[in-house]
């Protein structure tokens, strides 16, 4: 962290596009990004003024000129608390263990989806550097279930799954609300299997993830030569979910100006590619989704009213799992069963004592973050069941009795202390002098390049004159 308090992600990808995209998305919550086009860009990275400050790194999985593994082993060996997220076009479960066992603490899908992203990143940080369980994995490790087959025995869980169902058999739009994580897509999925639609496929969109300028051709195609990059004719997510069903995810991100030709498009069953002069009819059945409760988006202006009554016929909203801990065990064991069945993994069980620790914690990642945090358990477990033992950081938090921003400035320094770099704050919590942490950073590049001052100042990006001034002026020693 920057001493003004901005965060800074460090991102390992040689590609333009992809630097802008997560710059551009990384900025919304308030990170700076640097980059590093290969793995010894990013290693010598470390030691700068920059590499000093960072407070997580993102690397492509195909990592330019080098094994990501070995990059991620490498980068553990000097900064062990800071965590590492791993970008892959690679949707495997064998990616996503791998990528643990060599040291990752997270993993994204390209595209990436914004709200995923933001997800990860405050997860790395959200806890002052936690590990493990609290910081969910932000890609979903599961096939799709029947209404059947959906674990939870809570009244407004059942009372909403009761409506899906019922809402399946029709041609209806379907809006479902809830926070993320609570399992909007398993229920999209389950209307959709349990439909006359079943035999088509169920498409599905992050509206979030998605460049505004973009969507109108996402969602409704375009012809070869329509707009600058148009080389090649483009067929839209209604024109490939025809006599099926498309699901919108985070339906409340989409731009006021997509939202205007959506309208149309559901009202007229009729689409039209971008360049395009014939229109052509698509029988589309959408299901949205939302974790923002889109009423108070229309009063907002955010999103529009007539827009949200022809996607709210039937409204379905998903507790979080705080609302229905009563579930926890069931879903726990349901869950380890499915991870079983995944390459790479084994047959699991969970004491009693575990599936107590887990139904005190409040799950703010909810559904997705219990089963990514069994999923996380199970990579690294050596015994034939989960046990307290396997969720440390739940076990911390449910003894630690201290406020949440507490526990962060106090998780801050026990990360620093075991090597992840500078701590920033005083143990009640306020921030350390500048001038404290500007001799803690020279002091730690001293060592870090054993006494090589020019070395030192290089990758301080000061002058070596600049770095001894700073030497007197702050009491260090050059064998500091």
Same mark, same amino acid.
């Given at each position: 962290?920057?001493?003004?308090?901005?965060r800074?992600?460090?991102?390992?990808? @040689?590609?333009?596009?992809?630097?802008?995209?997560?710059?551009?998305?990384?900025s919304?919550? /308030?990170?700076?990004?640097?980059?590093?086009?290969?793995? $010894?860009?990013?290693?010598?990275?470390?030691?700068t003024?920059?590499?000093?400050m960072?407070?997580?790194?993102?690397?492509?999985?195909?990592?330019? @000129?080098?094994?990501?593994g070995?990059?991620?082993?490498?980068?553990?060996?000097?900064?062990?608390?800071?965590?590492?997220l791993?970008?892959?076009?690679?949707?495997?479960?064998?990616?996503?263990? $791998?990528?643990?066992?060599?040291?990752?603490?997270?993993?994204?899908? #390209?595209?990436?989806?914004?709200? +995923?992203?933001?997800?990860?990143?405050?997860?790395?940080?959200?806890?002052?550097?936690?590990?493990?369980?609290?910081?969910?994995?932000?890609? #979903?490790?599961?096939?799709?279930?029947?209404?059947?087959?959906?674990?939870?025995?809570?009244?407004?869980?059942?009372?909403?799954?009761?409506?899906?169902?019922?809402?399946?058999?029709?041609?209806?739009?379907?809006?479902?609300? /809830?926070e993320?994580?609570?399992? #909007?897509?398993?229920?999209?999925?389950?209307?959709?299997?349990a439909?006359?639609?079943?035999?088509?496929?169920?498409?599905?969109?992050?509206?979030?993830?998605?460049?505004?300028?973009?969507?109108?051709s996402?969602?409704?195609?375009?012809?070869?030569?329509a707009?600058?990059?148009?080389?090649?004719?483009?067929?839209?997510?209604?024109?490939?979910?025809?006599g099926?069903?498309?699901?919108?995810?985070?339906?409340?991100?989409?731009?006021?100006?997509?939202?205007?030709?959506?309208?149309?498009?559901?009202?007229?069953?009729?689409?039209?590619?971008i360049?395009?002069?014939?229109?052509?009819?698509? @029988?589309? +059945?959408?299901i949205?989704?939302?974790? #923002?409760? =889109?009423?108070?988006?229309?009063?907002? /202006?955010?999103?529009?009213?007539?827009?949200?009554?022809?996607?709210?016929?039937?409204q379905?909203?998903?507790?979080p799992?705080?609302?229905?801990?009563?579930?926890?065990?069931?879903?726990?064991?349901?869950?380890?069963?499915?991870?079983?069945?995944?390459?790479?993994?084994?047959?699991?069980?969970?004491?009693?004592?575990?599936?107590?620790?887990?139904?005190?914690?409040?799950w703010?990642?909810?559904?997705?973050q219990?089963?990514?945090?069994?999923?996380?358990a199970?990579?690294l477990?050596?015994?034939?069941?989960?046990?307290?033992?396997?969720?440390?950081?739940?076990?911390?938090?449910?003894?630690?009795?201290?406020?949440?921003?507490?526990?962060?400035?106090?998780?801050?320094l026990?990360?620093?202390?075991?090597?992840?770099?500078?701590?920033?704050?005083?143990?009640?919590?306020?921030?350390r002098?500048? $001038?404290?942490? $500007?001799?803690d950073?020279?002091?730690?590049?001293?060592?870090?390049?054993r006494?090589?001052?020019?070395?030192?100042?290089? +990758?301080?990006?000061?002058?070596?004159?600049? =770095?001894?001034?700073?030497?007197?002026?702050?009491?260090?020693g050059?064998?500091a």
């Amino acid at each position: 962290m920057t001493p003004n308090g901005v965060r800074v992600l460090m991102l390992i990808d @040689d590609e333009p596009a992809q630097r802008r995209l997560v710059s551009a998305l990384a900025s919304r919550a /308030g990170w700076r990004t640097v980059f590093a086009g290969d793995p $010894e860009t990013a290693i010598a990275m470390l030691g700068t003024q920059d590499g000093m400050m960072l407070d997580a790194i993102l690397l492509d999985h195909w990592v330019p @000129d080098g094994d990501a593994g070995n990059l991620i082993a490498e980068i553990r060996t000097r900064r062990p608390a800071l965590p590492i997220l791993m970008l892959t076009a690679v949707t495997s479960v064998s990616t996503a263990v $791998e990528a643990m066992r060599a040291g990752a603490t997270d993993f994204l899908v #390209k595209p990436i989806a914004p709200d +995923r992203l933001l997800a990860a990143l405050d997860a790395a940080i959200g806890s002052g550097a936690s590990a493990g369980e609290l910081r969910p994995l932000t890609e #979903k490790i599961s096939q799709p279930l029947a209404f059947a087959e959906i674990v939870g025995s809570a009244p407004d869980f059942r009372a909403a799954l009761a409506i899906a169902a019922k809402a399946a058999r029709a041609r209806v739009p379907v809006l479902i609300e /809830g926070e993320s994580g609570v399992g #909007k897509e398993v229920v999209a999925e389950a209307i959709h299997a349990a439909s006359p639609r079943a035999r088509k496929r169920m498409i599905a969109v992050n509206c979030g993830a998605i460049p505004g300028n973009l969507v109108e051709s996402a969602l409704f195609g375009h012809e070869r030569g329509a707009f600058t990059g148009a080389f090649e004719r483009h067929t839209g997510k209604f024109q490939e979910a025809d006599g099926g069903t498309l699901f919108l995810d985070e339906v409340g991100e989409l731009p006021l100006d997509a939202q205007v030709k959506l309208l149309r498009v559901l009202q007229s069953g009729e689409i039209q590619p971008i360049g395009g002069r014939a229109v052509a009819d698509v @029988d589309v +059945r959408v299901i949205a989704a939302t974790n #923002k409760t =889109l009423i108070d988006e229309v009063a907002a /202006g955010r999103f529009r009213e007539d827009l949200y009554y022809r996607l709210n016929v039937v409204q379905v909203t998903i507790p979080p799992l705080r609302e229905r801990r009563e579930d926890i065990p069931a879903l726990a064991r349901h869950m380890l069963t499915r991870i079983a069945q995944q390459p790479g993994l084994r047959s699991l069980g969970i004491t009693d004592e575990g599936l107590a620790l887990l139904t005190t914690y409040d799950w703010p990642g909810n559904v997705r973050q219990l089963q990514n945090a069994l999923f996380r358990a199970a990579v690294l477990c050596d015994g034939d069941a989960l046990t307290r033992a396997d969720f440390p950081e739940i076990a911390r938090q449910a003894a630690d009795p201290r406020p949440l921003a507490e526990r962060m400035a106090g998780n801050r320094l026990t990360a620093a202390a075991d090597g992840a770099g500078v701590a920033l704050y005083r143990a009640d919590g306020n921030l350390r002098p500048l $001038e404290e942490i $500007e001799a803690d950073v020279i002091r730690l590049a001293i060592g870090h390049y054993r006494g090589r001052m020019t070395e030192v100042a290089r +990758r301080l990006g000061i002058g070596r004159s600049t =770095l001894y001034r700073k030497l007197g002026e702050l009491g260090i020693g050059d064998a500091a």
